[in-house]
């Protein structure tokens, strides 16, 4: 590996589906720390992990789609 190259225009990462996603999965790990024990006889942590499940499959799915101009072709 020669060296690590961010991605064209990486400033504007915030408006990738999967930087988004990503984001939102970070707050749920959060949140499960501060609120879970709050939502506890809500919430069973069952439905949790299906949440967290669902979202990481969503940002896979994120990650294949087309966004933004094309970009130039590897050397």
């Keep these: 590996m020669k060296g690590v190259k ?9 408006r990738l589906y999967s930087v988004q996603i990503t984001i939102l999965i970070a ?3 959060l949140a499960q720390l ?3 024990p709050l939502w506890q006889e809500q919430l069973s942590p069952r439905a949790y992990a ?3 499940s669902g979202l990481a499959v969503l ?8 966004q933004g ?3 130039e ?3």
């Design 6 to 14: 961010p991605i064209c225009d990486w400033r504007c990462c915030y």
């Design 27 to 29: 707050f749920l790990g």
């Design 59 to 66: 940002l896979f799915f994120a990650r294949l789609i087309k």
């Design 50 to 52: 299906a949440l967290n």
């Design 34 to 36: 501060e609120l879970l």
């Design 69 to 71: 101009p094309p970009q």
């Design 73 to 75: 072709p590897l050397p």
